[in-house]
C-alpha cells in the first residue's frame, strides 16, 4: 500500500478559489462541517498517508487560512486565480527536485477517506502510470468534467462541462478532482497547459490528454462511495456534506458500543468520544472536545460541549458547556453547567441550577433552584433550595468557600467572599457573609464584622454596597450553631 512505499509522497490543496456562492466573510474551506473546518477534514484524511509535505494554494481572505493552519502545511498564494493548472503550478518551484508523487486535492471535498486516497496513490505506483484520477458516476453530471475513456479503459482526456460537445455532455463519468501525479511527468504536462477553452482557466485536467499524446497513461480510479467526493459551492452543498458526515460519525459511535436512540436528532461532531454502553437519547447535541465515559445515559434534550464525563453520568435537558463531572454524577432536569466547572464524584445538580467556574465534592447535592458561581464546595454537603452566591457585585468576582458535610437551608445568600467552614449547619433565609462557623469569627453578626475588619478599607465598602444589594425583606439572621444534620432532600 501508499503508506508503506519508499516513494516520497508530497499534497496540493487546493483552496485559492473565491467562494462566491457561500456570501460570507469566512473563506469557504474554514467553514466548518460538524464542527470541524472543511480543510481540516482534508488534513485529516491525509494525515495517516505519510504525506512529507502538504501545499494549500491560497488566494480569497489567504491570510486567514495561513494563519488557521499554522505550522501544518505550506500555504502558497496565488494572486491571480487563473484555473486549476496554474494553481498547482504555483508549487512547482518548491518540487523542483523532487521525484515522487503529488497528491492533488481540493480543500472543499471534506468527505474523503484515507482509503480512497490510498488506493488512487496505490493505483498509480503499481501501474507505473503517470497519473491516477478519482472519479465517480453520477445520475446528474451537469457541472463536472467528464472523464472520456480510450478503448482500453485509460483515460483519454477530461473535457469541462462548459466545453463538451452533445456526446460528451451524455458521459455520466465525472473527475472527482482528486488525483495522483508522478511528480516529474506533472510538472512537464503543466508547462504545455493553455487556457484556449470557454472558461479561459489554464486546466489542470488538460494535464491527461497532454501526457496522454506524450504516451503516458492516466487511469481511473472509481470512488467507492459517491458521498466522499461531493464539493461544497454553497451553504446548501454544506447542509447535505453535514448530513452524510453526521450519518458516518453516528454509525462509527454506534458500531463502537454506543447506543443512539434516534441518529435522525443527534448531533455529534468527529471530535467527541464516547464509552461504551453509553446510551444518547433524542434531541442531543454533542459538541467539540467531548470525552463521555462507559454508561451514560445522556438526554433526551441535552447538549454538551467541550465537557468530560465519567462513567454512569446522568444528564437530562440540560447544557454542559466546558465542564467537568466524574462518575456517577447525575445532571438535570434543566441544568446549566458552565466553564470551569467540575463536578466530583456522585454529585447531583438538579432541577433550574446554574453552576459557573465551581468546583463541587463528592456526594454533593444541589438540587434545586441554586446559582453558584466562584464557589469551592466541599463533600458530603447539602445546599438547600435557593442557594444563592452573590459572586458579583457589579466590579468584582469574588469566590465562595464551602467545606464539607455542611448542610445550608432553604434559600441561603452567600455573599462572597464568604466561608462557611465544615459541618455547619444554616437555617433557611440566611444572609452568610465573611466566615461563618465554629472558630473565630462565627455567624453573620458581629463576629463577621469583626473578620471583615481584618479586611482593607476598598473591600469593606464593597460588602457594605454588596450587603445593601440585598432584599430589604430578606431578614438578615445569625446562622444557626453546628445541629444534628436534617436532610430534606
Ligand atoms: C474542477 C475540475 C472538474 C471537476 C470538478 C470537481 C478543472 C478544470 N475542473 O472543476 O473537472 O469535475 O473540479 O469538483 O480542474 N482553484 C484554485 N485556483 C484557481 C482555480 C481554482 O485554487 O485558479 C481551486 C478552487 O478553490 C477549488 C478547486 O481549485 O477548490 C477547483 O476549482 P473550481 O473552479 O471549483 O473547479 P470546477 O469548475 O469545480
Ligand atoms: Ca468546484
Not at 359 to 385: C, K, M, P, Q, R
Request: charged fraction near 25%; hydrophobic fraction near 35%; glycine fraction near 8%.
Amino acid at each position: 500500500m501508499a503508506r508503506k512505499s519508499k516513494r516520497e509522497l508530497v499534497a496540493v490543496i487546493l483552496a485559492a478559489g473565491k467562494g462566491t456562492r457561500m456570501n460570507s466573510q469566512l473563506p469557504k474551506v474554514l467553514h466548518p462541517i460538524c464542527g470541524t473546518p472543511m480543510i481540516d477534514h482534508v488534513l485529516e484524511a491525509l494525515r495517516p498517508l505519510n504525506v512529507a509535505q502538504v501545499y494549500v494554494i491560497t488566494g480569497h481572505l489567504h491570510e486567514m487560512v495561513k494563519d488557521h493552519l499554522a505550522n501544518r502545511a505550506v500555504c502558497v498564494y496565488q494572486r491571480e486565480r487563473l484555473g486549476t493548472a496554474h494553481a498547482v503550478k504555483m508549487v512547482a518551484s518548491h518540487l523542483r527536485n523532487f521525484d515522487g508523487d503529488v497528491l492533488v486535492t481540493c480543500g472543499d471535498t471534506p468527505l474523503i477517506k484515507t482509503e480512497t486516497l490510498d488506493a488512487l496513490i496505490a493505483r498509480r505506483r503499481s501501474h507505473h502510470t503517470a497519473g491516477t484520477v478519482l472519479t465517480t458516476v453520477l445520475a446528474e453530471p451537469r457541472g463536472y468534467g467528464r472523464i472520456v475513456r480510450n478503448r482500453d479503459g485509460t483515460v483519454r482526456k477530461i473535457v469541462e462541462d462548459k466545453d463538451t460537445n452533445t456526446y460528451e455532455e451524455k458521459i455520466d463519468e465525472i473527475n472527482t478532482g482528486f488525483y495522483c501525479f508522478d511528480a516529474k511527468s506533472l510538472f512537464w504536462a503543466l508547462k504545455r497547459v493553455r487556457n484556449d477553452n470557454a472558461q479561459k482557466e489554464f486546466y489542470l485536467t488538460d494535464t491527461v490528454e497532454i501526457l496522454g499524446a506524450a504516451d503516458q497513461e492516466v487511469e481511473a480510479c472509481i470512488a467507492p462511495d459517491f458521498t466522499e467526493v461531493v464539493g461544497i459551492n454553497n451553504r446548501r452543498d454544506m447542509a447535505v456534506a453535514e448530513r452524510f458526515l453526521r450519518e458516518r460519525i453516528l454509525h462509527r459511535i454506534m458500531d463502537s458500543g454506543v447506543t443512539i436512540i434516534d441518529p435522525s436528532t443527534t448531533y455529534i461532531d468527529n471530535t467527541v468520544r464516547i464509552g461504551i454502553d453509553t446510551t444518547i437519547h433524542p434531541l442531543t447535541i454533542i459538541r467539540g472536545n467531548t470525552f463521555i465515559g462507559e454508561g451514560c445515559e445522556i438526554g433526551p434534550n441535552v447538549t454538551v460541549s467541550s465537557s468530560r464525563l465519567g462513567r454512569n453520568v446522568r444528564v437530562l435537558n440540560s447544557v454542559v458547556d466546558g465542564a467537568s463531572a466524574d462518575d456517577n454524577c447525575r445532571i438535570g432536569p434543566y441544568a446549566f453547567v458552565r466553564a470551569g466547572t467540575l463536578l466530583r464524584e456522585n454529585s447531583h445538580i438538579g432541577t433550574f441550577v446554574e453552576i459557573a467556574r465551581s468546583d463541587l465534592g463528592a456526594n454533593t447535592d444541589v438540587l434545586h433552584h441554586s446559582y453558584l458561581g466562584d464557589a469551592h464546595i466541599g463533600a458530603e454537603t447539602y445546599l438547600g433550595a435557593g442557594t444563592m452566591t452573590c459572586n458579583f457585585d457589579g466590579a468584582h468576582i469574588q469566590r465562595t468557600e464551602v467545606g464539607n458535610g455542611v448542610f445550608l437551608g432553604f434559600n441561603n445568600l452567600l455573599v462572597a467572599p464568604v466561608r462557611v467552614r465544615d459541618a455547619v449547619q444554616t437555617d433557611h433565609n440566611m444572609v452568610l457573609e465573611g466566615t461563618v462557623g465554629p472558630g473565630p469569627g462565627i455567624g453573620t453578626g458581629p463576629s463577621t464584622r469583626e473578620a471583615r475588619s481584618r479586611d482593607s478599607e476598598r473591600e469593606k465598602q464593597e460588602a457594605t454596597a454588596a450587603a445593601a444589594a440585598v432584599p430589604a425583606k430578606r431578614p438578615r439572621r445569625k446562622a444557626a450553631a453546628p445541629r444534628r444534620k436534617a436532610r430534606g432532600k
